[in-house]
């Protein structure tokens, strides 16, 4: 089983950006995917969630109304869509796998983070 992030990198303030996660040995669409992020020196912070299926979706206050989340069950692919890039976006952000594991901002809030079933390796993004 893969989780591999892709599509971070150094923006300036006010920019864009698209990050992807392909999932491979897994059946993507039984799963609850999420993007999740960790700034230095920070704890892990859940940023959006989308609901197996795509039912429901949830983000953080943090990325409210500049993310979306998106996926391809076909392609086995979640995005995540990122515009008006701030500097306390910085962050590795870390695709994540669950089936039923429901919203990561609480999962990651009480500590139950072995409640993903999978992990990306994370894709760096630098707001400067």
């Known amino acids: 089983v893969q989780l591999v992030e892709s599509g971070g990198g150094l923006v300036q303030p006010g920019e864009s950006l698209r990050l992807s996660c392909v999932a491979s040995g897994i059946t993507f669409s039984r799963h609850d995917m999420s993007w999740v992020r960790q700034a230095p020196g920070k704890e892990r912070e859940g940023v959006a969630t989308?609901?197996?299926?795509?039912?429901?979706?949830r983000y953080a206050e943090s990325v409210k109304g500049r993310s979306t989340i998106s996926q391809d069950n076909a392609k086995n692919r979640v995005y995540l869509q990122m515009n008006s890039l701030k500097p306390e976006d910085t962050a590795t952000y870390y695709c994540a796998a669950g089936q039923g594991v429901g919203w990561c901002l609480d999962v990651i809030r009480v500590g139950a983070e072995a409640d993903f079933d999978y992990w990306g390796h994370g894709t760096q993004v630098t707001v400067s």
């Open positions: 989308i609901y197996t299926g795509g039912a429901s979706i």
